[in-house]
C-alpha cells in the first residue's frame, strides 16, 4: 500500500533534515545575544533609555511570532523550503540593514525589529512543523533537538558579537552578522522538504495515546480554535516567555549590577543563559516524553518561582548568579522545547505548522511583556528586585494552568484534517 511504500522508501535521510533544521535554528537563536548590545547602543543613541533600546528587541519578539503563523499557513501551501529560503534572505537583510540606522532609533525598530523578526518568525516554524513530521516516533525528542539550535544561537554570538562591538561599533557589527546569517540560514533551507505522504519511520507504528496524555486526532486550525484546550496551551506558552525573556533581555546588565563584574564577565552570562537555553529546550523535552507535556510545564512554573524570589539575594558571587539564571533559562526553553509536541497530542501532527504557527503568538505578546516590565521597572526603580518578585508571582499562578489542562475530546469540532504542504 502506498502509506508502506512510503515508510519503507523513507523519502529521503531525515537525519540529514534535522542537522539542516539545527543550522538554520542556530543562526536565528543568535537574537537571544541582544543584550550585549544594550549598552552601546544606549550609547550610541545619546544615553537612550533601557526601554527605548530594549524596544527593539520587543518588535523583534512581536514580529516573529506572527510571522510564525504566516509561515504556518504559507508551507502549508508551498512547502517549507521555500519559506525557509524567503526567512533567511528577510533575516540576514534586517541585521545588515540595522548597520545603518545610526543615529535612528526607529530604522532600528523597522530593520532589527520589523524585517529581522519576520525572517526569524518565518524560519522557525519550518524546522519545527517538518520534523515532527520526519520523527512521530520521537516527537518531543526531536523539537527539542531542533529548538535547542535556537536556543544555543546566542552561545557564540555573544562573544563574536562582543569582540565586534569593542573593536569596530555595534552598527558595524550588524552588518558582518547579517551577512553570516543569510549564508547559513540559506544553505540549510536548501534541505528542507517534508516527507511523502502517509511516511513512518521503519518498524514503528502509531500508538493511540502519546507519553504527553494526547490522543490520535488531526484537527484542522478552526477546529482547534473551537477547544478551550488551544487557549490553555496559549496561555501556557505565553506565561512562560514572559518570565524567562525578560531575563534573556537584560542578561549582561543584570550580572553587572547584582555581581559588580566587568562588562566582559557580564557578556558571557549571555553565553551562559543561551546554554541553558539551549539544553533545556532538549531536557525538558525529552522528559515530557516520560512523565507527560503538563506534568513538564507545572514543574518548571514552580522551580522559576522560587528561583525568582533568590535571585535578587544571590550578591557577588557570579558563579551563582549565573546557575539560578542558566536553570531559569532552560525552563523558558523548555516550554518552546516540550510545546510543539504538546500541541500534536493534543490536535494531532497533521496541520501542527498552522495550529502551533498561530499558538506563537504568545511568543509575540510574553515578547513585549517581559522585556517592558523588567525595563519599567529599571528605569523607575534603577534595581531588578520588583521585576523578579512580580514575575515570580506570576509563574507561581501560572501553574495552576498547567495542572488542570487535559487532553480535547474527539468530536465534530476537529473538522477533516487536511494534509499540510508540497514536498519540497
Given at each position: 500500500?502506498?502509506?508502506?511504500?512510503?515508510?519503507?522508501?523513507?523519502?529521503?535521510?531525515?537525519?540529514?533534515?534535522?542537522?539542516?533544521?539545527?543550522?538554520?535554528?542556530?543562526?536565528?537563536?543568535?537574537?537571544?545575544?541582544?543584550?550585549?548590545?544594550?549598552?552601546?547602543?544606549?550609547?550610541?543613541?545619546?544615553?537612550?533609555?533601557?526601554?527605548?533600546?530594549?524596544?527593539?528587541?520587543?518588535?523583534?519578539?512581536?514580529?516573529?511570532?506572527?510571522?510564525?503563523?504566516?509561515?504556518?499557513?504559507?508551507?502549508?501551501?508551498?512547502?517549507?523550503?521555500?519559506?525557509?529560503?524567503?526567512?533567511?534572505?528577510?533575516?540576514?537583510?534586517?541585521?545588515?540593514?540595522?548597520?545603518?540606522?545610526?543615529?535612528?532609533?526607529?530604522?532600528?525598530?523597522?530593520?532589527?525589529?520589523?524585517?529581522?523578526?519576520?525572517?526569524?518568525?518565518?524560519?522557525?516554524?519550518?524546522?519545527?512543523?517538518?520534523?515532527?513530521?520526519?520523527?512521530?516516533?520521537?516527537?518531543?525528542?526531536?523539537?527539542?533537538?531542533?529548538?535547542?539550535?535556537?536556543?544555543?544561537?546566542?552561545?557564540?554570538?555573544?562573544?563574536?558579537?562582543?569582540?565586534?562591538?569593542?573593536?569596530?561599533?555595534?552598527?558595524?557589527?550588524?552588518?558582518?552578522?547579517?551577512?553570516?546569517?543569510?549564508?547559513?540560514?540559506?544553505?540549510?533551507?536548501?534541505?528542507?522538504?517534508?516527507?511523502?505522504?502517509?511516511?513512518?519511520?521503519?518498524?514503528?507504528?502509531?500508538?493511540?495515546?502519546?507519553?504527553?496524555?494526547?490522543?490520535?486526532?488531526?484537527?484542522?486550525?478552526?477546529?482547534?480554535?473551537?477547544?478551550?484546550?488551544?487557549?490553555?496551551?496559549?496561555?501556557?506558552?505565553?506565561?512562560?516567555?514572559?518570565?524567562?525573556?525578560?531575563?534573556?533581555?537584560?542578561?549582561?546588565?543584570?550580572?553587572?549590577?547584582?555581581?559588580?563584574?566587568?562588562?566582559?564577565?557580564?557578556?558571557?552570562?549571555?553565553?551562559?543563559?543561551?546554554?541553558g537555553n539551549a539544553l533545556g529546550r532538549f531536557f525538558w523535552a525529552w522528559l515530557s516524553?516520560?512523565?507527560?507535556?503538563?506534568?513538564?510545564?507545572?514543574?518548571?512554573?514552580?522551580?522559576?518561582?522560587?528561583?525568582?524570589?533568590?535571585?535578587?539575594?544571590?550578591?557577588?558571587?557570579?558563579?551563582?548568579l549565573a546557575i539560578l539564571s542558566f536553570i531559569i533559562v532552560s525552563c523558558y526553553g523548555?516550554?518552546?522545547?516540550?510545546?510543539?509536541?504538546?500541541?500534536?497530542?493534543?490536535?494531532?501532527?497533521?496541520?501542527?505548522?498552522?495550529?502551533?504557527?498561530?499558538?506563537?503568538?504568545?511568543?509575540?505578546?510574553?515578547?513585549?511583556?517581559?522585556?517592558?516590565?523588567?525595563?519599567?521597572?529599571?528605569?523607575?526603580?534603577?534595581?531588578?528586585?520588583?521585576?523578579?518578585?512580580?514575575?515570580?508571582?506570576?509563574?507561581?499562578?501560572?501553574?495552576?494552568?498547567?495542572?488542570?489542562?487535559?487532553?480535547?475530546?474527539?468530536?465534530?469540532?476537529?473538522?477533516?484534517?487536511?494534509?499540510?504542504?508540497?514536498?519540497?
Amino acid at each position: 500500500m502506498a502509506s508502506q511504500a512510503a515508510s519503507s522508501s523513507g523519502g529521503g535521510n531525515r537525519v540529514v533534515i534535522a542537522i539542516a533544521g539545527v543550522v538554520m535554528q542556530v543562526a536565528l537563536g543568535a537574537v537571544y545575544a541582544w543584550s550585549v548590545f544594550r549598552d552601546p547602543l544606549a550609547e550610541a543613541y545619546g544615553g537612550a533609555s533601557a526601554t527605548a533600546v530594549n524596544t527593539t528587541f520587543s518588535i523583534t519578539i512581536f514580529t516573529l511570532g506572527f510571522a510564525a503563523f504566516a509561515g504556518g499557513l504559507w508551507m502549508g501551501r508551498s512547502g517549507p523550503r521555500i519559506v525557509a529560503l524567503t526567512a533567511g534572505v528577510l533575516y540576514g537583510l534586517g541585521i545588515f540593514l540595522a548597520s545603518f540606522a545610526e543615529g535612528s532609533l526607529v530604522l532600528l525598530y523597522l530593520t532589527y525589529g520589523l524585517i529581522a523578526g519576520a525572517g526569524i518568525g518565518l524560519g522557525y516554524i519550518v524546522p519545527v512543523a517538518t520534523l515532527i513530521k520526519w520523527f512521530p516516533d520521537k516527537r518531543g525528542f526531536i523539537t527539542g533537538i531542533a529548538v535547542a539550535g535556537f536556543g544555543g544561537g546566542a552561545f557564540v554570538t555573544a562573544f563574536v558579537a562582543r569582540s565586534l562591538v569593542a573593536s569596530s561599533g555595534p552598527f558595524s557589527a550588524f552588518a558582518i552578522l547579517g551577512i553570516i546569517y543569510l549564508i547559513m540560514v540559506v544553505g540549510a533551507a536548501l534541505f528542507m522538504k517534508n516527507p511523502p505522504e502517509g511516511y513512518r519511520p521503519p518498524g514503528w507504528e502509531p500508538e493511540e495515546s502519546g507519553a504527553g496524555g494526547g490522543v490520535r486526532a488531526d484537527y484542522d486550525l478552526g477546529g482547534a480554535l473551537k477547544t478551550w484546550q488551544w487557549f490553555a496551551l496559549w496561555a501556557l506558552l505565553f506565561l512562560n516567555v514572559t518570565a524567562g525573556i525578560a531575563i534573556i533581555t537584560e542578561a549582561a546588565p543584570i550580572a553587572a549590577e547584582i555581581s559588580g563584574v566587568s562588562a566582559t564577565v557580564a557578556a558571557s552570562l549571555v553565553s551562559i543563559i543561551s546554554v541553558g537555553n539551549a539544553l533545556g529546550r532538549f531536557f525538558w523535552a525529552w522528559l515530557s516524553d516520560a512523565i507527560g507535556r503538563k506534568w513538564v510545564f507545572f514543574v518548571m512554573f514552580l522551580l522559576q518561582a522560587v528561583l525568582l524570589v533568590l535571585l535578587p539575594f544571590v550578591g557577588a558571587p557570579f558563579v551563582l548568579l549565573a546557575i539560578l539564571s542558566f536553570i531559569i533559562v532552560s525552563c523558558y526553553g523548555g516550554g518552546f522545547g516540550t510545546m510543539p509536541a504538546f500541541s500534536a497530542d493534543y490536535f494531532g501532527p497533521t496541520n501542527v505548522g498552522k495550529i502551533y504557527g498561530l499558538m506563537l503568538t504568545a511568543w509575540s505578546f510574553g515578547g513585549v511583556l517581559g522585556p517592558l516590565l523588567i525595563s519599567r521597572v529599571i528605569d523607575s526603580t534603577g534595581s531588578y528586585s520588583l521585576a523578579f518578585f512580580i514575575l515570580a508571582g506570576i509563574l507561581a499562578a501560572s501553574a495552576i494552568v498547567a495542572f488542570i489542562v487535559r487532553p480535547p475530546r474527539r468530536g465534530s469540532e476537529a473538522g477533516v484534517p487536511q494534509a499540510e504542504g508540497a514536498r519540497a
